[in-house]
């Protein structure tokens, strides 16, 4: 049997799923479902860049959060203190961040399996402290707040909808270039390297630089994600777009998801930011952890069930079925 | 066309030396067998040729071209490819794809190795695979998969380990004819195999290795009749009483 290429996978089924995202809060239009919608589509967007490295190259980070972070900070500085539009200075941030990731990757990028992810961890609390610790820049734990002028050159609306469809076109455009480097002999190469690596090298697939150059661009798209989170909440602090729990979470949707796939990302950030609000609009009042503690038996099952994915599984759950029918 | 030769390699692991002074040339259009006992140390003579492991002596050349320092993914693409014996392929992708991934290296688009991956299948008369997941892949057809792999490659010299190993009858049968069609092709082969039935049909030259030293070195009916191979591979007792 020859496998399923034809239009519907490869452009009809990605740009009706975005028109169905793209109504989702215009159906469902109250403020606490649309807020819901926009931390999902910047979920997806802040996965999708994590999954290119973390992903197709099976480099898994723990550390993204930082240049998260940096993104958030980076732009946020600018405009404080020299009042550089956020349009400019997440660019800078990206630069920043792709910057330090060429350096963390060209060092740690040796390493094997855990010694790797450990290497990720330490980055990621080395770049936390220090921006609790740079007061004079950071404004330290308490964080910086960025005063309400809404304009576009500010990157600030006074309508929150206009946010979730900026999430929602990083989520599109961070798709696109995952599929584009998916389909091209860099995404070959770094599948080449996750899946065997002796493999690799005895076929003459040179994988270090193009990891390195993977990282950065994850590290740099992922930096424009915190840029749109600080200009979101209007406050930037360490622990909100620097900790590890983010880190964590950006791992976790695309595993949920499918990881090293192209729309897994977007499926696990749904999926999790749908039970993550559900728990605590339901559970929140209760007694104190039971959101977290029902929230991780969620993911758990969810991975016992599809420990591919949730989409990859479903994908070989319909094939089986559509074979078991003809 | 391409010469492979090895001057003189040694390699020691702590106290034990596992491949000491080994030399030989490989001529395009000829097949050199490399064979000996278990731990005779000629799977890590393809280590050091293709670069995996580096020699504590020796050299290794491709025509003119100085393998010194060179990593394996540079050997390869200077057309040195190599097999495994326990065979590397890449599990969760298909058949296509695993060929696709070796393809690459002379192809300047996914679509063209794509092209060049499916020519190299049906050589193999695996084309009815192509979408089959690797890892699914009974032994058989995964020492063939792993012949398309490093044959996608366009190697000018191309290293064999025990590609015989598992196969039934037939299955050595058809990769014999495959690879004497590979020494008309032109191609510089060096085989290390135990399947001597095989060894006798392929080889051009011998070489025989015991505890990483060459004892033997030439044309198949002389290697054999050689006293020192036969005790080598038989017990001292029984050379003595042959010959």
């Given at each position: 049997m020859k496998p399923v290429r034809s239009p519907l996978t490869g452009l009809l089924l990605p740009v009706a799923g975005f028109a169905v995202l793209a109504a989702l809060p215009l159906i469902f239009s109250d403020a606490f479902f649309v807020a819901a919608v926009t931390l999902a589509f910047l979920g997806a967007a802040a996965s999708l860049a994590w999954n290119l490295s973390g992903g197709?190259?099976?480099?898994?980070?723990?550390?993204?959060a930082a240049f998260y972070g940096l993104g958030a900070y980076v732009s946020t500085i600018l405009f404080l203190k020299a009042g550089i539009s956020p349009l400019i200075g997440m660019w800078l941030g990206a630069i920043v961040s792709a910057a330090l990731a060429v350096f963390l990757g060209a060092i740690t990028m040796r390493l094997k399996g855990s010694f790797f992810v450990m290497s990720t961890l330490a980055f990621g609390a080395v770049v936390h402290i220090s921006a609790i610790n740079l007061r004079d820049l950071t404004g330290g734990p308490s964080g910086l707040a960025i005063p309400l002028r809404p304009s576009p050159e500010n990157l600030i609306f006074a309508k929150k909808l206009i946010y979730t469809y900026v999430a929602l076109v990083l989520v599109i455009v961070f798709y696109a270039i995952t599929r584009m480097i998916a389909a091209s002999k860099i995404g070959y190469a770094l599948v080449a390297f996750r899946e065997n690596h002796d493999a690799a090298r005895a076929l003459g697939i040179r994988t270090l630089p193009l990891r390195i150059g993977v990282f950065a661009l994850s590290a740099g798209l992922i930096s424009i994600c915190g840029t749109v989170h600080a200009q979101y909440y209007l406050y930037v602090d360490p622990d909100s777009v620097m900790g590890l729990n983010l880190s964590l979470n950006f791992a976790l949707m695309a595993i949920v998801g499918g990881l090293g796939t192209a729309y897994g990302p977007i499926v696990g950030a749904l999926l999790v930011s749908v039970v993550s609000v559900v728990m605590q609009a339901y559970?929140?009042?209760?007694?104190?952890g039971l959101t977290q503690l029902a929230y991780a038996a969620i993911v758990i099952l969810v991975l016992l069930v599809a420990p591919t994915g949730l989409g990859p599984s479903a994908h070989a759950f319909l094939k089986r079925r559509m074979t078991w029918l003809s | 066309m391409a010469v492979l030769t090895a001057t003189g390699l040694t390699k020691r692991f702590g106290g034990l030396?596992?491949?000491?002074n080994v030399s030989f040339i490989a001529r395009p259009g000829e097949i050199l067998s490399i064979i000996g006992p278990n731990g005779a140390g000629k799977t890590t003579v393809f280590n050091l040729l293709t670069g995996f492991v580096r020699p504590d002596g020796g050299s290794v050349s491709l025509d003119n071209q100085d393998?010194?320092?060179?990593s394996p993914e540079s050997r390869c693409r200077a057309g040195l490819a190599r097999t495994f014996q326990i065979v590397q392929p890449?599990?969760?992708?298909s058949v296509l794809d695993n060929v696709v991934m070796g393809a690459m290296l002379r192809a300047r688009s996914i679509e063209m190795a794509r092209e060049i991956a499916r020519q190299v299948l049906s050589d193999l008369d695996m084309s009815a695979l192509c979408d089959v997941p690797a890892g699914q892949l009974p032994i058989g057809d995964r020492k063939r998969l792993e012949m398309a792999k490093v044959l996608a490659t366009s190697p000018r010299a191309l290293l064999l380990d025990e590609?015989?190993?598992?196969?039934i009858p037939i299955e050595v049968k058809r990769m014999i004819d495959f690879i004497r069609r590979l020494r008309e092709r032109g191609i510089a082969l060096v085989v290390i195999e135990h399947h001597m039935n095989a060894v006798m049909q392929l080889s051009d030259h011998i070489l025989v290795l015991q505890n990483g030293e060459p004892i033997a070195n030439g044309a198949p009916a002389e290697v054999t009749r050689d006293p020192v191979v036969l005790s080598a591979y038989l017990g001292a007792n029984f050379a003595l009483s042959g010959s």
């Open positions: 197709y190259a099976g480099q898994l980070s723990l550390g993204h559970l929140g009042d209760q007694i104190s | 030396t596992a491949v000491k393998f010194r320092g060179m890449f599990r969760g992708l590609v015989m190993g598992g196969l």
